[in-house]
């Protein structure tokens, strides 16, 4: 790609990332439990049916791994968030590719004109 056109789109992710709206890491799970009632069905030894499903979201921050429980008011929102993220490291990688390959082909050109004089 040219020096131009890759700091074209370099700008044009800054302005996508702008509109980016609320966002947060992670993946959601569909989780079956056990509970601790004796005789529920959940504990049954022939034919266990465990309680669930219930949405869990699981996400790794500063090295730390956390699961919390989504509760089904909240899990559309909870979705768009994880897409916007999925967004976002999607948008902020392709700046960093651009950057690097931006980086080196600025040095070429300076490279060439060096040589020509
Ligand atoms: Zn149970």
Redesign the pocket.
């Known amino acids: 790609m040219q020096v131009g056109k890759m700091q074209k789109r370099i700008d044009k992710i800054k302005i996508e990332l702008q509109l980016i709206g609320e966002m947060r890491p992670g993946s959601l799970n569909k989780q079956y439990t056990?509970?601790g009632?004796q005789g529920?069905?959940?504990?049954d030894p022939e034919n266990p049916k465990r309680?669930g499903p219930y949405n869990q979201l699981s996400y790794v921050h500063h090295g730390k791994s956390t699961t919390q429980f989504i509760q089904k008011p909240q899990l559309s929102a909870v979705k768009r968030q994880l897409t916007n993220y999925k967004k976002f490291r999607a948008l902020t990688t392709e700046w960093v590719d651009l950057a690097l390959d931006l980086a080196k082909e600025k040095l070429k050109i300076e490279r060439e004109a060096r040589e020509k004089k």
């Open positions: 056990k509970c009632r529920c069905r959940c504990q309680h």
